[in-house]
């Protein structure tokens, strides 16, 4: 998955809008005298506003993992070609297969699959 130079545009530009009228929308919320159908349309409209806006980080953040994940994974296939060459054995979890000295490919391919942990599995 290959991030192009706009695939964050349409989310991020919806939820700008969203922002913007949820402002409104409280306004007239927060300065209502009586509540009257306009006042309680409005108010409805923000609650919308906010899961539209929570549903659009959701597919941002899925998108974003999903591009955390295949750059790592790039780089680990890279390190094991390079473990590969200096003569370093390396499993696929990024575990060497055998004790080594001068483990500094392994010690590289293991830091490439830690540094967002358990953060990209689901959201907090």
């Known amino acids: 998955m290959t991030a192009s130079p706009d695939a964050y ?6 939820m700008r809008n ?3 009228d949820l402002g409104a929308w409280l306004g ?4 209502r005298s009586e509540p009257d159908a306009h006042d309680c349309r409005r ?3 923000a609650v919308d506003a906010i899961d539209a806006m929570l549903r659009d980080l959701h597919q941002v953040r ?7 994940r295949d750059a790592d ?5 890279r390190l094991t070609r390079c473990c590969a060459v200096a003569g370093e054995v390396v499993s696929h979890d990024g575990q ?3 004790p080594l000295d001068r ?3 392994s010690r590289q391919l293991r830091d490439v699959r830690r540094p967002l942990g358990d953060r990209l599995a689901s959201p907090p």
Do not use: K, M, Q
């Open 9 to 14: 545009d349409g989310p991020l530009s919806a």
């Open 18 to 20: 969203y922002a913007d």
């Open 28 to 31: 007239i919320w927060v300065n």
């Open 43 to 45: 108010a409805s409209d």
């Open 62 to 68: 899925a998108r974003l993992v999903g591009e955390i």
């Open 73 to 77: 994974d790039t780089t680990a296939a």
């Open 96 to 98: 060497s297969a055998r």
């Open 103 to 105: 483990g500094r490919c």
